[in-house]
């Protein structure tokens, strides 16, 4: 037998509920909603006040210091002189010899450096046996000191008794003047960059490798793709924001070389060899705060040409990476 009662009662229900005035919200509501909100931007402002603190501020200032004068031995900061650093900095032929030096030990140490860790990192990724040794293995020269390995690298490419020189006289070649000669030396402090940074970066690259879905190259498998198809066209292709990454890391650090060119001078009276055939840009930053002339307004202004050109050239390699990962997923 059908009742007649739920349509009035609906009715009721629905009545009382419109009519009725919103719940007030309490302060626990309002606590819970503030959190939700602004504990995210509590979290990380300690990193960004601590970067402006030691981080921004110094930047700043030297900015500021770069357009007056300060003598060598002067108490204070003299008057102003406008773009004169600047052009003292861009017209100082070592400026120039230091800015060919660092593109040249860019190219020798980044591109390679970058092939070969994404090679080791596709190696690492397979079933070896010893895997996790293997892939702690790989990090063992970037635990060791930076002027640690310059020396020992040093010691290798010593002009006269370096173990290669001993080498190349047992075979009977003629010996490689390592610090004299400009591409040699851009060759062996290279060298000790890839040494020291290329199985951090493999590791990297090995974690982006080891987060793509086993599932793809099982379908990968299925098609009759190789080993050699699948990396190119389904490990890279996964991994290009890291790639993006790890390309945009390398290029800051290899435009911001100092130790290993700076201990593989024997005689560090030159600073950079004795015609700066080595001499990078912050080993000129860092000469040009030691002279006698307006030191640190020039190496405050050598500095933020270095930074300008690092921004520069990070930005032109984010927007060519982006520009190919476009065009391969067309």
Request: aromatic share 14%; no cysteine; net charge positive.
């Amino acid at each position: 037998m059908p009742t007649t009662t739920s349509a009035p009662v609906e009715n009721a229900t629905t009545a009382t509920s419109a009519g009725a005035s919103p719940r007030r919200q309490t302060w626990r509501d309002r606590l819970s909603r503030w959190d939700l909100k602004l504990s995210p931007y509590l979290y990380i402002a300690p990193f960004f006040l601590v970067f402006a603190i030691i981080g921004l501020y110094p930047m700043l200032y030297t900015g500021y210091l770069s357009f007056f004068s300060w003598p060598a031995y002067g108490s204070e900061v003299g008057p102003w002189v406008g773009w004169d650093n600047y052009a003292h900095v861009l017209g100082d032929s070592v400026f120039r010899k230091a800015f060919w030096n660092t593109m040249g030990i860019f190219l020798l140490s980044s591109v390679p450096q970058i092939i070969v860790a994404t090679i080791l990192a596709a190696l690492l990724d397979t079933r070896l046996r010893g895997r996790t040794l293997w892939r702690m293995s790989i990090l063992l020269p970037f635990v060791v000191a930076p002027a640690a390995s310059a020396m020992i690298f040093g010691a290798i490419f010593a002009d006269g008794t370096g173990l290669i020189n001993q080498t190349l006289d047992g075979f009977g070649l003629s010996k490689v003047p390592w610090h004299a000669d400009r591409f040699a030396s851009w060759t062996a402090i290279a060298t000790m960059v890839n040494w020291r940074w290329t199985g951090y970066n493999a590791l990297i690259i090995l974690a982006a490798m080891q987060a793509i879905p086993r599932d793809l190259y099982e379908a990968a498998d299925i098609d009759g793709a190789s080993k050699v198809k699948q990396f190119f066209h389904v490990t890279l292709p996964s991994i290009r924001p890291t790639m993006i990454f790890v390309i945009v890391t390398s290029t800051i650090g290899g435009l911001q070389i100092f130790t290993e060119p700076r201990i593989f001078d024997t005689n560090l009276r030159f600073q950079g060899g004795s015609d700066f055939q080595y001499t990078t840009l912050t080993m000129y930053v860092f000469n040009t705060a030691q002279t006698t002339t307006n030191p640190y307004p020039r190496a405050a202004a050598a500095a933020w040409v270095l930074f300008l050109i690092i921004v520069g050239i990070a930005l032109i390699n984010f927007l060519v990476t982006r520009a190919v990962q476009r065009r391969s997923l067309r």
